[in-house]
């Protein structure tokens, strides 16, 4: 039997130090997880990508392929973006392309591919306008955005606890549109 595949795409945001307990949990639930992260984000764990790789059985992917290159992850059947940063919420809401993972998921909701969203940001970042209208435009896409009660609220600034970050919020809402799971 295969199992499904999750693509859980990363910004650079600080709870992606934790990533790997999020695979891990992704894991235990039955998913084939392909980790991918924004450029910013790689460099932030430059140190850990070996061991991300050896943990998922996939590459980590993050950057656009060559044309003439192939992709070796399987399709997926869910697309979980968290953390998202700021700034990758507002490209994607405004349908730019500036990074690989953003790319992605631009394209994702016209293929009919589910996904999530779950930001990471202080309060600060929040009280730009674009921020809740970008909110407002992934879900009315579809695009199941955790933020606010039941997801992510933000914090003041100084005061992010990365180790809390909810990732299980974010799993769950991926397990619902995979009716084995
Ligand atoms: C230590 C540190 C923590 C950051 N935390 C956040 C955060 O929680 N949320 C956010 O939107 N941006 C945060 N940023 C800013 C992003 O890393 C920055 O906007 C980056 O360009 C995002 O690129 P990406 O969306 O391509 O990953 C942080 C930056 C640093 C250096």
Same mark, same amino acid.
Request: proline share 10%; glycine share 8%; aromatic share 8%.
């Given at each position: 039997?295969?199992?499904?595949? #999750? @693509? #859980?795409?990363?910004?650079?945001?600080?709870?992606?130090? %934790?990533?790997?307990?999020?695979?891990? $949990?992704a894991q235990a639930r039955g998913w084939t997880v392909c980790l991918g992260l924004t450029p910013t984000a790689a460099t932030w764990m430059e140190d850990h990508?070996?061991? #991300?790789?050896? =943990?998922?059985?996939?590459?980590?992917?993050?950057? %656009?392929?060559?044309?003439?290159?192939?992709?070796?992850?399987?399709?997926?059947?869910?697309?979980?973006?968290?953390?998202?940063?700021? $700034?990758? =919420?507002?490209?994607?809401?405004?349908? #730019?392309?500036?990074?690989?993972?953003?790319?992605?998921?631009?394209? &994702?909701?016209?293929?009919?591919?589910?996904?999530?969203?779950?930001?990471?940001? $202080?309060?600060? =970042?929040?009280?730009?306008?674009?921020?809740?209208?970008?909110? &407002?435009? =992934?879900?009315?896409?579809?695009? &199941?955005?955790? %933020?606010?009660?039941?997801?992510?609220?933000? $914090?003041?600034?100084?005061?992010?606890?990365? &180790?809390? @970050?909810?990732?299980?919020?974010?799993?769950?809402?991926?397990?619902?549109?995979?009716?084995?799971?």
């Amino acid at each position: 039997m295969t199992t499904p595949t #999750l @693509y #859980l795409f990363c910004a650079a945001a600080p709870p992606i130090h %934790y990533v790997a307990e999020a695979i891990e $949990n992704a894991q235990a639930r039955g998913w084939t997880v392909c980790l991918g992260l924004t450029p910013t984000a790689a460099t932030w764990m430059e140190d850990h990508l070996a061991g #991300l790789e050896a =943990l998922t059985g996939h590459r980590v992917r993050s950057t %656009y392929r060559m044309p003439e290159d192939t992709i070796s992850w399987p399709a997926p059947d869910v697309i979980c973006f968290a953390p998202i940063t700021t $700034n990758s =919420l507002n490209a994607w809401a405004l349908g #730019l392309t500036p990074s690989w993972p953003v790319g992605v998921v631009v394209e &994702a909701v016209g293929k009919g591919t589910p996904v999530v969203a779950m930001p990471c940001m $202080n309060q600060a =970042l929040a009280a730009h306008p674009q921020v809740d209208r970008s909110v &407002a435009v =992934l879900r009315e896409m579809g695009v &199941a955005v955790l %933020y606010g009660e039941g997801g992510w609220v933000p $914090n003041p600034p100084g005061q992010g606890r990365p &180790a809390e @970050y909810p990732w299980h919020l974010a799993v769950d809402a991926a397990d619902r549109f995979v009716p084995q799971l």
